[in-house]
């Protein structure tokens, strides 16, 4: 089975500054696919940010992007200008060749006034 | 708008009793799954459909089982429920090579 890390369980971020949160994975695939979702306290899980393994930019949505350091296996989220909807959980995963897509164990954001 | 269904979305069932998650889309994706996700936790991959007829079980070993007779359609079915299957059941969809997956809104579910 693939593995997804998240190290930090929990973080705190004033309005408007910008946050990064890790993400390492392991995968012996040469083709991959790497996602970010944010889940709020309605449970829902929203797609954030894709990054293919080829892709040679770093991928960018509005105020997120994605770090991704493929020779340490890390894809790093972003957020900058961070506002109070942002507080929520947010979940890395990673999709490999047989499209089962696996996640991290989240990391929980509070936004701060 | 929802394109990818899931009902109910709360359930209190006691133990004993059958249940079915129903989970249905319409956009047309060949690729369905079931996780299920304890508060504050991650998600676990229970079941995945590559296609009509095609199931298989995921990472984590759950008792639950599943179908897809049409493609729209992905239900699941627990035929005891017991107070361990307390948990939310998320269903996603996706199509072909194409790398997103979307979530239904989850069923939440709790055994008495």
């Known amino acids: 089975a693939q593995k997804i890390t998240q190290t930090q369980p929990g973080m705190f971020v004033q309005e408007k500054e910008a946050v990064t949160l890790d993400c390492t994975y392991d995968?012996?695939?040469?083709?991959?696919?790497l996602f970010w979702y944010k889940q709020p306290s309605s449970g829902e899980m929203i797609f954030l940010i894709y990054q293919g393994s080829y892709d040679e930019q770093n991928a960018t949505e509005g105020r997120y992007s994605l770090n991704f350091q493929k020779a340490r296996k890390s894809a790093n989220l972003v957020i900058s200008a961070s506002q109070l909807g942002d507080s929520a959980m947010y979940f890395c995963?990673?999709?490999?060749?047989?499209?089962?897509?696996?996640f991290g164990a989240g990391t929980t954001v509070t936004v701060r006034a | 708008e929802a394109d990818i269904y899931q009902t109910p979305r709360y359930l209190v069932i006691g133990t004993g009793k059958k249940i079915t998650l129903e989970c249905s889309q319409t956009m047309g994706h060949d690729k369905m799954y079931w996780y299920q996700q304890d508060p504050g936790m991650e998600l676990h991959l229970i079941h995945y459909?590559?296609?009509?007829?095609?199931?298989e079980k995921g990472d984590l070993s759950s008792e639950s089982t599943v179908s897809r007779i049409r493609t729209e359609h992905f239900p699941l079915t627990l035929e005891s429920a017991r107070p361990s299957h307390t948990s939310q059941y998320l269903c996603?969809?996706?199509?072909?090579?194409?790398?997103?997956?979307?979530f239904g809104a989850g069923s939440r579910l709790t055994v008495l």
């Open positions: 995968t012996s695939d040469q083709s991959y696919g």
């Open positions: 459909s590559y296609g009509v007829n095609s199931t």
């Open positions: 995963a990673m999709r490999p060749n047989d499209y089962k897509l696996s």
């Open positions: 996603a969809s996706s199509l072909g090579g194409a790398n997103v997956l979307t």
